[in-house]
């Protein structure tokens, strides 16, 4: 609006015609407080306008089209908006925290018992591993269980007593995975679940305690038993007896409930039977035929490269388990999975694995191979060995043999080429040993062989590997007998135990070439000089060739 001579008059226009009985009354010119306010003594006709002031910027200049719809919008009540504002933000607050907590929860839990899982009566949430180790032991060892009879005799027994084997690092596991299936309801605390004692109950051991602690042993039945003989390498019977037995079904049911709620004593009552045998040898051996038809399988397992190992008749036996249950009459047999899986990830790779070592070929002058010094073997590494032992469990349940082959990560030998500069050429028909160096002739010597027929030296492409400047040798003569030749000199061995050294008691055969009436065990006898020259200048790895026919007569 602005001020004139006559008065005023509206600056802006409105879009009704009743805003032409309002102006405005400027505090001062275009200020952002100008209000509008009622004119010329005429009142609005809406009340909603009574009192209220609107601000100057809050109506458009942009014509008398859109000024009604600008004028409701400045008319609404501005606390509405900003409580809608503040609500969304408390939400998105709310949200964005519950994000953060679950996550943050199932960190904090991943190695940790989960919220609202219980063990022993009791909550085990935030206990990690060795925490949880130690309630374990703690419930385990606090368990009792006390039996009493109708004739006032009472024992207590500890779990271990009764026949039952804990695992307690399988039931810490069972612990920490408790919940695991969603990971929501693992950190939920009102989504609960109780994890019992991973545990097996010996029915035969337990019955066999309460036998021997209340009744008198002139009375007690005994059960016939199999058991594996390590003198006969199979499984045997021991033969039982009838008497009296305790009725133990209350004691098992008491058993059952403390494997369920460890930590407490229970209390159960025992009867007693008259009874032939509580399992009849007849029974027991039926078992033990059955366990040594385990023995007898053919399990071989193949790291799928050169190297096969069969599981041995007494390993198969350390795995056999034998399950009596007197109030049946029965054994039964069966195989021990979690043996067989330690076994496969504790031992196999030792057996299966090998440590790659590149083959070395010895060549000639032209490169070609002469033969080979180090036979290549690649690398082999057997990995997921819990799928072998599900298949070696799976054979022996099935009474059936089995070969089979690990998975294994195999790396490929590499060939090197190593050329020969010594050579020795043993030529059995002249009865010499020639000495080459980058094929020169550097020395010939008189030798003699294996004797003809019997210890003849081997034809054949060797190299020296191993040398002794004395060595006392000894072996066995034709009729049986042993021979001892202490000091023997300037040993060079080149297939076995056939090799280059002194013979100085043969030496009318070495002057005569003589392997038929004055021949070796298979060695080269030389005289000292010549073998010591051997020793000297042809090292390990010198490549020795036997070659030509044995003769039948002296040479020389």
């Known amino acids: ?38 004119m010329g003594g005429i009142e609005p006709n809406d009340d909603t306008l009574s009192g209220m002031e609107i601000p100057l910027y809050a109506v458009s200049d942009g014509g008398a089209a859109d000024a009604g ?12 908006r900003v409580w809608l504002i503040v609500l969304l933000s408390i939400l998105g607050a709310i949200v964005v925290a519950a994000i953060a907590g679950f996550f943050t929860a199932r960190w ?8 609202g899982v219980t ?18 032991k703690q419930a385990v060892d606090a368990t009792k269980i006390t039996v009493t009879d109708a004739q006032g005799n009472t024992l207590t027994a500890s779990l271990k007593d009764l026949g039952v084997t804990v695992d307690e690092q399988q039931t810490v596991s069972a612990l920490l995975s408790a919940k695991s299936g969603n990971p929501f309801t693992r950190i939920n605390p009102f989504a609960r679940q109780n994890v019992k004692l991973s545990a097996t109950v010996d029915k035969l051991a337990l019955s066999e305690y309460l036998t021997g602690k209340l009744i008198t042993p002139d009375q007690q039945a005994v059960a016939s038993t199999v058991s594996y003989d390590d003198a006969s390498s199979k499984f045997v019977v021991t033969a039982g007896r009838g008497g009296q037995t305790p009725v133990v079904d209350n004691v098992t049911t008491a058993v059952d409930q403390a494997i369920d709620q460890p930590g407490s004593t229970r209390t159960a009552t025992v009867s007693y039977t008259q009874t032939d045998m509580p399992i ?3 029974a027991a051996a039926q078992a033990a035929d059955q366990a040594n038809a385990g023995l007898a399988l053919n399990i071989t397992i193949s790291n799928g490269d050169a ?6 008749a007494a390993t198969i036996a350390s795995w056999t388990t034998t399950t009596a249950d007197p109030s049946k009459g029965t054994i039964t047999v069966s195989y021990n999975k979690q043996a067989i899986s330690d076994f496969m990830s504790g031992e196999l790779g030792q057996h299966l694995n090998q440590t790659k070592t590149n083959q070395v070929d010895l060549v000639d002058t032209s490169g070609n191979v002469i033969m080979t010094k180090t036979k290549g073997i690649n690398g082999v590494t057997v990995k997921d060995t819990a799928t072998i032992a599900d298949q070696v469990y799976s054979a022996l349940s099935g009474n059936r043999s089995a070969t089979l082959t690990a998975a294994s990560d195999i790396t490929k030998f590499d060939t090197e080429q190593q050329k020969v500069t010594w050579k020795i050429v043993v030529d059995r028909s002249k009865q010499t040993a020639t000495v080459y ?9 008189n030798v003699c062989t294996g004797k003809t027929g019997k210890h003849e030296t ?19 003569n034709d009729d049986g007998s042993q021979y001892l030749t202490p000091g023997v000199k300037w040993v060079s061995y080149f297939n076995g135990g056939q090799g280059f050294h002194t013979a100085s008691w043969n030496a009318s055969g070495i002057a005569s070439g003589d392997p038929t009436g004055h021949g070796s065990h298979g060695c080269v006898n030389m005289n000292e000089a010549d073998a010591k020259w051997i020793y000297d200048n042809c090292p390990e790895g010198t490549l020795v060739q036997v070659v030509g026919d044995q003769p039948t007569a002296p040479v020389r």
Request: neutral net charge; without cysteine.
């Open 1 to 38: 609006m602005t001020n004139t001579s006559d008065g005023f008059m509206p600056r802006y226009g409105a879009g009704s015609q009743g805003m032409a009985n309002y102006g405005r009354i400027p505090a001062q010119p275009d200020a952002p407080g100008d209000v509008w306010k009622g």
């Open 69 to 80: 719809a600008e004028m409701d919008e400045a008319l609404r009540p501005p606390h509405r």
């Open 108 to 115: 904090y839990y991943q190695d940790k018992a989960a919220p």
């Open 119 to 136: 063990f022993a009566g009791a909550s085990v949430a935030g206990q990690d591993r060795t925490q949880l180790a130690g309630t374990v």
């Open 280 to 282: 009849s040898e007849a």
């Open 307 to 312: 190297t096969t190992y069969k599981v041995p």
């Open 437 to 445: 160096n980058n094929d020169q002739v550097v020395q010939t010597f």
């Open 458 to 476: 081997t034809p054949g492409n060797y190299f020296i590997y191993l040398k002794y400047k004395v060595q006392d040798m000894r072996g066995s």
